[in-house]
């Protein structure tokens, strides 16, 4: 795929993906790395989310796991803003998390945990 369809299918994955004031803050980083934010949006959104086999609910599932996993918290607000806009549901993440008590132990998901909190209720 062209940089410029990649580039541009990844915008429209964020837009469906994030809501305007996160998709705000994300853009911060095209101020310090125009290079890196163009990775971010052509490969990370335009390449890997925007494939058709996973939803963008079940991506964003696997996304949660995996930043609970390496306890990258500040990307995991993010995606937890993600995840409730595709349609996960606030039981279904508390789920998610708890299910990786067993893999990533308490201290990690009890982070994840009080971060999915406080993204809960900026969304009410």
């Not at 990649?6 to 915008?11: D, E, I, K, Q, T």
């Not at 994030?18 to 990775?39: A, H, T, Y």
């Not at 990786?100 to 900026?122: D, L, S, W």
Request: hydrophobic share 40%.
């Amino acid at each position: 795929m062209e940089n410029n369809t990649r580039y541009a299918s990844g915008l429209r994955t964020m837009e469906e993906l994030f809501p305007q004031e996160v998709r705000n803050g994300m853009k911060e980083m095209k101020n310090i790395s125009p290079d890196l934010w163009e990775m971010i949006v052509a490969f990370g959104f335009g390449d890997l989310y925007s494939r058709k086999t996973l939803s963008l609910a079940q991506r964003e599932i696997v996304t949660i796991t995996t930043l609970i996993t390496q306890g990258a918290f500040d990307q995991l607000k993010v995606h937890l803003h993600g995840a409730l806009k595709v349609g996960l549901t606030k039981e279904e993440i508390i789920e998610i998390i708890i299910h990786c008590i067993g893999y990533v132990g308490f201290p990690k998901a009890v982070q994840a945990m009080g971060i999915a909190g406080e993204i809960f209720k900026e969304t009410e």
